[in-house]
């Protein structure tokens, strides 16, 4: 290392986010003057592995990638497997599919603030968001028998219908009044706003240019969201806003995050009262051959699911796009110039997922040279199509 | 010279000072454990804790001064010690403002050469946020005092207590409640809470200048922590509510220590530059009023 500034590890071993990842930070004094981040610790193929799963059983595989938005990965896998030959979703189960994606929504919010406070070195905030992040998980037991890991997803419908709305009616008044009052309780506090304002600023035309998903893209006043953009589910039948502010600060993406748990109760509320009884299956046979892409408004933003099927009983091809991955660079442009104080809460306010992103690189073991990278899969990729052209023109 | 010894190891020095700071640090962690919620441990833990660490091996880094690395806690401990022993000493002669603000600098500065010494970046980080801190709040703090002094017209703490018993406490008249304020917060720096445990801020760098304690070293940084708990918000009642060691003071002292609690939760931890804005502008102009008007007699 021919640097001279003081490299700051946060790593594997640091106690900051509890899962594998590693930041180098180059300082000089308390400023950061240059950030790396390595991720690949705990790459687990799961690509690979649901290529020998069947189609049903890959629903529960993909809903491992991530403990915290568990959902997320199936609703979007079982829509890219629908995706194939159109298999159409009995009304009530795209009620309860919404509902199950924006519970989730919620409790993966709460968490994130609980984690903020934490790193704030505020920990009152992160026992009381945890606190009260306990009655969702309970509603999640009351519905699917689990608290995390719902396995309520299937391709053609759900696994498990919702029988008490009255009492999850009330359950989710209970929740509503708890985000309010966190969203006051920070908003409000003056230290936090000072803590908070205009740290770790992603502006407009960098979001644009790191393709950044989710929360951390509405923040910087890029309005997407996939619930909006592509409706899907049951949220064409529900009135919600999405929530986009401009300034790109960790306190906007604060804000957002507590007004969307908000968003996400009325969601959860409307589809409750809307629902009529009927099948929740479609009860499919066949998948038959083709190729599905799948979309779902993750907590942390917009995830993709790729699916290429032969007509046999296992995908061919799986292709996961967690929403971390697009989010985890944009760390480059909002850190350096900012104090060591401020990094490690910049890099959280991402609300980065690792196990979703992990990625693995392919090293020659005699050199320690690393193989196959971006570039050379661009070339290989390019490579390859030119040879389908040339094949196309015999 | 029995009767010194006795003074400064057992009461009202170390001995007593440790017990009471093991129990000041236990209310901490079970009102902070009730405040989130949480059950919180019983009230031997921290003790428990310090016996653990005691039993555990000492571990040295490499290329480290073994002297330096090693007496610092031991100068940080004696430090404490010695400021128990003089606010409560029954001999009024040692008992001088001066002198205690001189002793209280020497924790912080145990911390700075043991955090410089142990040649880790995260430690150096932590050793340097410590002398921009110490520097930030020496000024209100000192500011604080003497308001006191100007209004006693003594240094002597027997003499400040003695004032206090005649005409009043402090914290009754309008300056003496700013100082208080002013000193209430630099006393929270002194100890390391939040919003000012920029030094160890466990999110950032791990433990900083304790990073690479370990053991009886630790330990001994530990107890010193947990005496502050004591001496500190006791020195705050002695100087703004009257003294002497009796169940009066003993409620003073605890509405002090609740205090410093209540703050520390709720509050994020500052960063080190809104630290020294805090310290050097709104503190130490609520310590400058303070002290004008304890000269117009306010």
Known sequence: MDKKETLIPIGPYHPLLEEPEFFKFYVEGEKVVDAEVRIGYNHRGIEKLSEAKTFDQATFTVERICGICSTSHPFAYVRAVEDISGIAVPERAEYIRTIIGDLERIHSHLLWVGLAGHFLGYNTVFMWAWKYREPVLDIFEAISGNRNHYGMFKVGGVRRDINDIAGLLKAIDDVESFCNMLLKAVIDDPVIKARLKNVGVLKKEDAIAMGVVGPVARASGLAIDVRKDHPYAAYDRVKFETIVMEGGDIFNKTAIRLLECVESAKIIRQCLKQMRPGPIDAAVREVGAGEGIGQHEAPRGEVIHYVKANGSNYPERHKIRAPSFMNVPSFKRTVIGESLADAALITAAVDPCYCCTERMAAVEPETGRVILTGQELVRLSQEKTEQMKVKLRG | ?298
């Open chain 2, 1 to 298: 010279m029995m009767a010194m010894i006795f003074n400064f190891l057992i009461f009202p020095g170390f001995l007593f000072a440790a017990g009471a700071g093991l129990l000041a640090t236990w209310l901490d962690r079970k009102v902070t454990a009730r405040l989130q919620y949480r059950v919180g441990p019983p009230w031997f833990q921290p003790l428990a804790d310090l016996a653990k660490l005691l039993g555990k091996e000492i571990i040295v880094p490499e290329g480290v001064s073994r002297s330096v690395f090693l007496g610092a806690p031991l100068f940080g401990l004696a430090g404490v010690t010695l400021v128990s022993a003089i606010i409560f000493s029954p001999a009024p002669f040692v008992g001088d403002l001066i002198v205690v603000i001189y002793l209280l600098m020497l924790p912080p500065l145990a911390v700075i050469f043991g955090g410089s010494a142990s040649r880790n970046p995260l430690s150096a980080i932590g050793a340097s946020r410590e002398m921009k801190l110490v520097l930030a709040y020496e000024l209100p703090f000192i500011l604080a005092l003497f308001t006191v002094v100007l209004k006693t017209h003594s240094i002597m703490i027997g003499e400040i207590v003695r004032y206090q018993n005649l005409s009043g406490l402090m914290i009754g008249s309008l300056s003496g409640l700013f100082a208080f304020a002013a000193a209430l917060l630099a006393v929270q720096a002194k100890l390391g809470a939040v919003p000012f445990d920029l030094p160890e801020a466990e999110q950032e760098l791990a433990a900083g200048p304790l990073l690479e304690y370990s053991g009886a070293p630790l330990a001994v940084f530990r107890l010193t922590r947990a005496m502050l708990y004591f001496v500190l918000p006791a020195f705050l009642a002695v100087i703004f509510m009257g003294g002497g060691l009796d169940p009066w003071f003993m409620l003073k002292y605890l509405i002090v220590l609740t205090l410093i609690i209540l703050i520390k939760n709720t509050n994020p931890r500052l960063r080190i530059d809104h630290a020294l804005r805090l310290f050097w502008g709104p503190v130490s102009g609520l310590a400058a009023l303070a002290f004008i008007l304890a000269w117009l007699g306010k």
